[in-house]
């Protein structure tokens, strides 16, 4: 059976930690649609949306030919607007790609959808490893893996560590998902943060703590989140060196 899919990028104005992130210039475009443009590369423009409750953000995205699903002010993260806007989309699943991801790798987002298919019972994440400096950063969740790939925790602590205090083998989370709209359903029938989900602030753990398999994708590290105004500063160099 051919599944329907769209890629959708929630994006929202009022973040707690870097308000109008979606918005801030990088060498000369917004960073959602650096975002939109890796998007579109992975798969036709028809098919990539931008999920916002924001005026600024929906006339800065149909100004460069973007296509926007408005989604409720009320959204307790990126994955609850997901949801909602796959209330109108109607699709099979979804890709969704986090919004402050600029500089994600096509070729990962193309990953992502193709391990969806191979296991479509499953919610699909990806991940790399982490550079050394950045294993005790907040800002970066943090992955464990089972051998065969399944997510068994995520957290912003360095992960794992030593009875000696040594950090090895540390992965980071890269924010390409893959939702079934039975997935989605259940997030939207969850409206409350699980209690991992809400010290960790890490809405993946919404899933791993209601029994639900996360199946990781390992990526190349080609990609840099931007949570705070120092990231922004450090994707504009990294933009301008490539």
Not at 8 to 32: C, E, H
Not at 60 to 77: A, E, M, N, W, Y
């Amino acid at each position: 059976m051919h599944k329907k899919y769209a890629i959708v990028i929630p994006a929202r104005y009022k973040s707690s930690r870097f308000p109008g992130k979606p918005l801030a210039d990088i060498n000369g475009k917004t960073m959602i649609q650096h975002v939109w443009e890796k998007c579109t590369q992975a798969e036709d423009k028809s098919l990539v949306y931008i999920a916002t409750d924001d005026d600024r953000i929906e006339e800065v995205v149909t100004g460069f030919g973007g296509q926007v699903i408005r989604t409720s002010p009320d959204c307790l993260t990126g994955t609850d607007r997901v949801a909602e806007a796959n209330l109108q989309l109607e699709k099979d699943f979804i890709i969704n790609v986090q919004g402050d991801e600029p500089m994600i790798n096509p070729d990962d987002i193309v990953r992502v959808r193709e391990r969806y298919l191979q296991k479509p019972d499953f919610v699909i994440n990806a991940y790399t490893r982490i550079q050394s400096e950045d294993v005790f950063s907040t800002t970066i969740p943090k992955v464990v893996v089972s051998k065969t790939g399944n997510l068994l925790y995520m957290s912003r602590s360095a992960l794992p560590m030593s009875k000696n205090g040594n950090v090895c083998l540390s992965y980071k989370q890269v924010c390409i998902y893959a939702f079934s709209k039975e997935h989605l359903h259940f997030f939207l029938s969850h409206q409350e943060k699980t209690p991992l989900e809400y010290i960790e602030d890490i809405e993946i753990l919404r899933f791993l703590e209601n029994d639900i398999n996360v199946n990781m994708v390992e990526v190349d590290n080609s990609s840099m989140a931007v949570d705070t105004p120092e990231d922004l500063e450090g994707v504009r160099l990294l933009m301008s060196t490539r």
